[in-house]
């Protein structure tokens, strides 16, 4: 078997919450959104995306945060991938159901954050930053035995930029699975392997 890559980019921390990734985050769920997220703390007149200023964005437990209404589904497809303007650090089949709720033992509540200390997805809103880790997260079918953890980070630039512009940075602190069930995957690797864009 394969063994993770550690990537040179930890994540960011120091947010707030019990990991320090944020005080935000989704519940145990496969394909789940977050509700909308203001982000006009972090950027007060909106974030201006190819051509549009949008005022909110939706964290999607697929890797992706999206503008214009949540992405809940994942397809194995190449970008573009729907009709709502996306950013995604690791668009792939994100699985973050915790073994009791993969087992049948509990229900799952993905509209309720467990401040989970594996496999969770946070988010945190400042002044000129918004942070989106997926810390520890495994893969689609309740896989945990591979995982991954990577950041999408919208800050302001250097005082020479433009008002409306903002600096997009993804990072990745451990590599450890490409591709879900799904996507024709076995044991995370092969099949239809995730994308980043």
């Given at each position: 078997a394969a063994s993770p890559a550690a990537a040179q980019a930890p994540l960011i921390d120091g947010l707030g919450g019990p990991l320090g990734y944020g005080t935000d985050c989704l519940g145990p769920n496969d394909d789940g959104s977050s509700s909308a997220v203001d982000l006009t703390t972090a950027f007060p007149s909106g974030l201006a995306f190819f051509g549009s200023t949008f005022r909110l964005l939706y964290v999607n437990t697929n890797g992706n945060i999206t503008f214009a209404g949540p992405l809940a589904a994942y397809r194995s497809a190449a970008f573009p991938v729907s009709d709502r303007p996306m950013v995604a650090p690791y668009w792939a089949d994100v699985d973050i159901r915790t073994p009791e709720v993969c087992n049948g033992t509990e229900l799952p509540?993905?509209?309720?954050?467990?401040?989970?200390?594996?496999?969770g997805v946070w988010w945190s809103v400042e002044p000129g930053r918004i942070v989106v880790p997926w810390h520890l997260v495994g893969y689609y079918d309740c896989h945990t035995d591979q995982r991954m953890s990577f950041q999408l980070l919208f800050s302001t630039p250097p005082s020479?930029?433009?008002?409306?512009?903002?600096?997009?940075?993804?990072?990745?602190?451990?590599?450890?699975?490409?591709?879900?069930?799904?996507?024709?995957?076995?044991?995370?690797?092969?099949?239809?392997?995730?994308?980043?864009?």
């Open positions: 509540s993905p509209e309720t954050c467990h401040s989970p200390t594996s496999g020479c930029a433009a008002d409306d512009e903002i600096d997009v940075e993804f990072r990745y602190e451990l590599c450890g699975w490409a591709t879900g069930d799904r996507s024709m995957g076995v044991g995370g690797l092969g099949g239809i392997e995730a994308q980043v864009g």
